[in-house]
């Protein structure tokens, strides 16, 4: 019996060491988790620290600065990089490229998943597996032809040259069409039983239903267009058609560049990025989880 007594008292107490242990490797466990973090995101925000405190030193102390905070604080720099250049002009421009191409994008690419996901047509699947390999084509590769009908059509400095060959994009809808999937096809027939056709259903049914991955779309489309620089730079050749991260590129000179006020005007620049970002950043977080791209 004492054997038994023992060997009980034994294991209790090898079952408080473990449970004492857990504790500690689950403490342990989250200072690196924490740590990674924080080394991450250091790495992420020192680059956007150089940025702001060179847009507030002289053109001499960002050549001779031994610290990375500037001696006094110039930020009539803003201004003078505004001046330098039509930035008024330049926002505009892609403002309206980047609207166009968003609700070129939400219509266009809806309307494709919506049929890959809810109608049946001959071919479907094939159709869809060559859309899938349309995202292993560099878009380099498809830079030469796209000019060339943008320049027969005579579309240069226009912004239908900015907005046209942009309205679908492959990956908008292959995220729509997985989200589509998961809304249940009972809908559908409820509808059609109610003498629904199939725009109605699309515009009743599923795109209420779609929100948060429309929004999360449009965060993404936004975001590719406000930041696009080839594209914009190939189809426009006088200033005033010219984008805000191609006006940027006057700031680069032959014989020096003005890095001061190339970073002022890169922040102004990045304004409306981190703004878009802030105020939807719930809205994208729902549709990645919803659309299952979050693993």
Known sequence: METKGGGREMSRGNDLERKGSRPMNKTF????????????????????????????QT?????????????????????????NA??????INSLIMSAGI?????????????????LKFPAKNILFIVLLAGLMVPIFVTVIPAYGIVSYLGWIDTFAALIVPRLADVFGIILLRQ????????????ARMDGCSSWQIYWRIIIPLA?????????????????????PLLVTNAEE??????????????YGTSWNYL???????????????????????????ATGLKD
């Not at 890169?266 to 809205?283: D, E, G, Y």
């Open 29 to 56: 466990s989250n200072l690196g988790r924490h740590l990674i973090l924080i080394i991450g995101a250091l790495t992420i925000l020192i680059p956007f620290l150089w940025m702001i405190t060179t847009s507030l």
């Open 59 to 83: 053109k001499a102390e960002t050549y001779t600065a031994q610290s990375i905070f500037p001696t006094s604080w110039h930020w009539e720099n803003y201004l003078q990089a505004w001046q």
């Open 86 to 91: 039509p930035f008024g002009r330049f926002y």
């Open 102 to 118: 968003v609700i070129g994008h939400l219509i266009f690419d809806s309307l494709a998943a919506c049929a890959f996901a809810r």
């Open 179 to 190: 989200y589509f999937s998961t809304i249940p096809m009972e809908l559908d027939e409820a």
């Open 211 to 231: 929100k948060p991955a429309l929004a999360t779309l449009a965060i993404f489309s936004f975001l590719f267009a406000w930041n696009d620089f080839l594209w």
């Open 241 to 254: 058609m010219r984008t805000i991260q191609i006006g940027l590129n006057g700031f680069v000179g032959r």
């Open 263 to 289: 970073m002022a005007g890169t922040i102004t620049a990045t304004l409306p990025s981190v703004v878009v970002f802030l105020f939807f950043q719930k809205a994208l977080e729902r549709g990645i989880a």
